[in-house]
């Protein structure tokens, strides 16, 4: 649900590509499936929803990202809007990386099918939607010129992009003619040249910058990098003020679980929607896209990309900060707070966290009296989001892994967390106690010693299970517990370590004694033992 979110993570809003799954075999008397494609879309014989598949559109959008993700995100708003006739373009969907699906997505003419299974306000949802607005897919390394064209069209306005957490960056790469840059920033300025070159650096040329990357203020450092390179390829000052003055770079929120293509029920879906589709995509009904632009612009940009008038939930804003705070302290607070805890005490997922009493009544005591009330947004809106976080918790649909949530959650508590105990001590004068036991609950997930191959692990019901943080964080959490007796050392040792928190957590009023004791109780009795007991 895409640190931004565990997005879902499960995909985590992460840019997930893939070489398709290979076609269904049949067996001995069963009829051969038809391939979906626009011919076979057009016989109007599939039971899915389906806007026109016209080709007449203008391909008003280039997307730099064929994974799971974005064709279940920004590609089936933008088919969604497009059938409610509310904008009029198309996608020419780019892979980030040599190795992608666009072959794949030419073969079946750029249509595929986004599952939606879950549960919104007490009722089941499942839907199927064949996506048509994808005009057709790329491989820029081998198609840099197809690439250049595309950038080129007068047409072309948005750029959408993800292509992991990572592929925001500056690496020294210089251009190469013909050739595409290996780096996404590099790209962007190789494109963004040669629309300057062939359009002659108007305002009208300028484009819209939407990359759904899960960092922080990721339109503001993509423009960033873009100018960096400009720099250092030497390109005219002319170039780098239109770059400033006429392109927009958005930051965004995005949020949605995509588990991708459900492979175990490939050949019941195939039967039950009347067709074959190799890049079929499962996703969450639950999706929330946030856009941060220009104060004096944003109503404009909204009017020329209407996604929320057609009813999805999407937010054009000058300032995403308070939907960042929602998100991280209500949706990945909880996940932090509960998913070491819930693992510990030996379950595997985060649907079984919700289907179990002892660790559903601690998630819902730690998200609705410790957690909601200090999130800086109205009552009335901060309960209902919570409301929403705990169904997509609960949907039977989705298999997320607690082990997954794991990684690297000193600096998930620290960033998620800690704000929040925070609020509660200047409220109460202490620390709040379920998300002080979460805090205990990690350090006892920490407990264990490096193995042969030179990973950390730690042990579960006599199983072993991999621990994984930074090497710093790792040796600091090791030296703590080797040969450790007593808790309350261990506890207010750590808590202690600015190393791990960037402060000194026993200077957090009742933080460190009420970790400590749970800490005791935890090695005592057992993890779901020490959480009945709260």
């Known amino acids: 649900m895409r640190g931004q979110g565990e997005c879902s ?33 057009a016989e109007g014989k599939f039971a899915v929803e389906a806007s026109a598949a016209s080709r007449l559109k203008p391909v008003r959008i280039l997307q730099i990202g064929d994974g799971n993700f974005l064709r279940a995100f920004a590609d089936w708003m933008i088919d969604v809007t497009n059938g409610a006739g509310l904008f009029n373009g198309e996608v020419t969907i780019a892979q980030p990386i040599p190795r992608g699906i666009a072959d794949a997505l030419s073969k079946q003419d750029g249509l595929y099918t986004v599952l939606l299974r879950g549960v919104q306000n007490g009722v089941a949802v499942e839907s199927s939607r064949v996506v048509t607005c994808v005009r057709n897919a790329l491989d820029p390394y081998t198609q840099w010129s197809e690439m250049l064209t595309t950038a080129q069209d007068p047409s072309l306005r948005f750029v959408i992009s993800n292509t992991t957490e990572a592929g925001i960056a500056y690496v020294d790469e210089a251009p190469v003619d013909g050739q595409c840059p290996a780096n996404f920033p590099a790209k962007v300025t190789a494109l963004l040249l040669a629309r300057f070159t062939a359009l002659g650096g108007t305002a009208q040329s300028g484009l819209v910058f939407l990359p ?56 019941a879906l195939y039967a039950q929607i009347g067709y074959e589709d190799s890049l079929l995509v499962a996703a969450e009904p639950f999706h929330l896209w946030v856009i941060e632009g220009p104060a004096a612009l944003t109503g404009a940009l909204a009017d020329e990309f209407p996604l929320h008038k057609a009813g999805l939930d999407v937010v054009w804003t000058n300032d995403l900060q308070p939907y960042r705070t929602r998100k991280v302290r209500i949706l990945n607070g909880a996940h932090t707070a509960s998913a070491l805890a819930a693992f510990s005490a030996g379950l595997d997922t985060v649907k079984s966290m919700t289907d179990d009493p002892v660790v559903a009544k601690y998630l ?109 964080v790792l040796a600091i959490l090791s030296a703590a517990w080797q040969g450790a007796t007593d808790m309350n050392t261990v506890a207010s040792t750590l808590l202690a370590d600015t190393r791990l928190w960037g402060e000194n957590l026993t200077q957090v009023a009742g933080l460190a004694g009420q970790t400590a004791a749970a800490l005791v109780r935890i090695k005592a009795v057992g993890v779901k033992a020490a959480m009945a007991e709260l």
């Open 212 to 267: 759904c990357e899960l960092i922080e203020a990721n339109g503001s450092k993509l423009r960033a990098y873009v100018l960096q390179y400009a720099e250092a390829w030497k390109l005219p000052a002319e170039f780098s003020a239109w770059v400033q003055q006429h392109n927009i770079f958005c930051n965004t929120l995005v949020d949605r679980i995509v588990p991708g293509f459900p492979s175990t029920e490939a050949k």
């Open 9 to 41: 993570q499960l995909a985590r809003f992460k840019m997930d590509t893939q070489v398709p799954p290979s076609r269904t075999v049949l067996t001995t008397g069963e009829k051969a499936m038809p391939i979906l494609n626009r011919s076979t879309l």
């Open 364 to 472: 819902n005591t730690v998200m609705f009296e410790e957690i909601v009330p200090f999130v800086p947004l109205p009552d009335a809106e901060r309960r209902a989001y919570a409301e929403t976080i705990m169904e997509r918790f609960a949907n039977p649909h989705i298999r997320h892994e607690l082990i997954s949530i794991a990684l690297n959650s000193i600096s998930k508590w620290q960033v998620r967390v800690l704000p929040t105990v925070k609020d509660y001590v200047a409220a109460h004068g202490k620390a709040p106690t379920g998300l002080s036991f979460s805090l205990a609950a990690l350090l006892n997930f920490y407990d264990g010693r490096f193995v042969e191959g030179g990973e950390y692990a730690g042990r579960r019901q006599e199983q072993s299970y991999p621990i994984r943080d930074s090497a710093d």
